[in-house]
């Protein structure tokens, strides 16, 4: 029986490209791979007859834009209502996390940190000498991650449905106000009620998917599944290690008010923490997948935000 999912994947594909952006997969090291999906104009491929077959990379010559996915799916199904409002203006870069999509490595670091620094290596070769960086959920933590070590680099953040870190005991609290006893029973469902129970608890408005559907995803959006529950053990730290960096950039938190998740009093109190460098706006009518479900509002946000920036010089 087909999947139906799967049988979707060409047509998404397709409208990611229309929309300006394709895949290439990087070595980062031996036994490294990130795939991403990156500005058409910045890949060319080779004529007929020339010797060389492998595309060749040039440096984006627009402001560049990298948007990290989370943990329920992989890049270009994260950000698929982002990439077109974004390409006029932006040069868009999308990677698949280590272990999501076709990205893989034979290391054992699972840290968040490890995330940001093979996600870092692979864009230093495209030629990315600065950039702004949308992080959402598990994303937003890879994101704090790179601005943190690789401050020269990002230049800016937007974070949506996120922390800095994960500490034992917000993981508890979050986990025991939803009834889960772990992040991978929430977060990697084995089940079509357990998909179904997440969605719900993930957006606002309530979605109806037939069952079939619910089956295919889950077939083809959560794999390596060991990997990724080492990822889920990975984020979880001591509440005595945690020591908030002082961050130079500009953090923008753009939030769903309904998030269940990370709630709204989670992210006030990380505002707080960031100090005067980060700014917060909530989204009305909007959960945790604050971006899928109310795009339009969330693209606008996100825009504005990025031409402030612009406008005060950065990547000028």
């Not at 998404?12 to 036994?31: C, D, F, S, T, Y």
């Not at 010797?51 to 990298?66: D, G, M, Q, R, S």
């Not at 295919?216 to 959560?222: A, G, I, Q, R």
């Not at 920036?309 to 950065?314: F, S």
Request: hydrophobic residues 40%.
């Amino acid at each position: 029986m087909v999947n139906l999912v799967a049988a979707q994947t060409p047509l998404l594909h397709g409208l990611m490209k229309m929309a300006g952006v394709q895949p290439h997969r990087v070595e980062i090291e031996p036994g490294t791979v990130m795939n991403f999906w990156v500005p058409n104009e910045t890949i060319k491929k080779p004529r007929k007859g020339e010797k060389n077959k492998n595309p060749t990379l040039t440096k984006p010559n627009k402001p560049v834009i990298v948007l990290v996915h989370g943990f329920a799916a992989e890049g270009i199904v994260t950000w698929q209502f982002q990439v077109g409002a974004l390409t006029k203006k932006y040069s868009v870069y999308i990677p698949d996390l280590l272990f999501f999509g076709s990205s893989i490595t034979d290391k054992t670091d699972r840290s968040p940190a490890f995330q940001a620094e093979t996600l870092v290596k692979g864009l230093k070769k495209f030629g990315i000498e600065k950039c702004i960086v949308v992080g959402f959920s598990y994303g937003g933590m890879v994101a704090f991650k790179m601005a943190e070590l690789y401050p020269d680099l990002v230049q800016a953040m937007v974070i949506s449905g996120s922390i800095l870190a994960l500490t034992d005991s917000i993981s508890e609290a979050a986990l025991s106000e939803l009834g889960y006893k772990s992040s991978s029973e929430l977060l990697l469902p084995n089940s079509v009620k357990g998909l179904k129970t997440l969605l719900s608890i993930a957006t606002y408005k309530k979605l109806w998917f037939p069952n079939r559907l619910h089956k295919d995803y889950l077939e083809v959006m959560f794999t390596n599944r060991k990997e990724r529950a080492e990822l889920l053990e990975g984020l979880v730290i001591n509440n005595k290690d945690p020591t908030i960096p002082r961050f130079v950039q500009k953090i923008h938190l753009l939030w769903g008010e309904n998030d269940q998740i990370f709630n709204l009093g989670l992210a006030q109190n990380m505002k707080g923490q960031l100090g005067e460098t980060a700014t917060f706006q909530g989204i009305q009518k909007a959960g945790h997948l604050v971006h899928l479900e109310r795009p339009c509002v969330y693209n606008r946000c996100l825009k504005r935000f990025l031409t402030s920036l612009l406008e005060n010089g950065v990547q000028k």
